[in-house]
Nanobody
């Protein structure tokens, strides 16, 4: 069993910052890529940023230069620093991790429950 828990969402004004955090725990031997997605009502869940186990990062064009993803492999956590927030960043943000489970081959995909980010004046 693997648990993925996000924290750090909230209501901010345009131009302000927020930091999201995500922690994975459970019967894991290793974690591969860790990522943040976001979703607005009626739309698909879109990738915001991803960091591989080797530290390579990739971002959606809409957040490049404003958001920074980072991970702490010792703590099994991933964070998303969001600066210069815009109203269009409003969404539910989900943490996603690829996990290698104890005693099972391959990697498995796990999601957090989501955290609301609202950017509004």
């Amino acid at each position: 069993q693997v648990h993925v828990v996000e924290s750090g969402g909230g209501l901010v004004q345009p131009g302000e910052s927020l930091r999201l955090s995500c922690a994975a725990s459970g019967s894991m031997t290793s974690i591969g890529a860790m990522a943040w997605y976001r979703q607005t009502p009626g739309n698909q869940r879109d990738l915001v940023a991803v960091v591989t186990d080797g530290g390579t990062t990739n971002y959606a064009e809409s957040v490049k230069g404003r958001f920074t993803i980072s991970r702490d492999n010792a703590k099994n956590t991933v964070s998303l620093q969001m600066n210069s927030l815009k109203p269009e960043d409003t969404a539910v943000y989900y943490c996603n991790v690829l996990v290698h489970l104890v005693g099972r081959p391959g990697y498995y995909n796990y999601w957090g429950q989501g955290t609301q980010v609202t950017v509004s004046s």
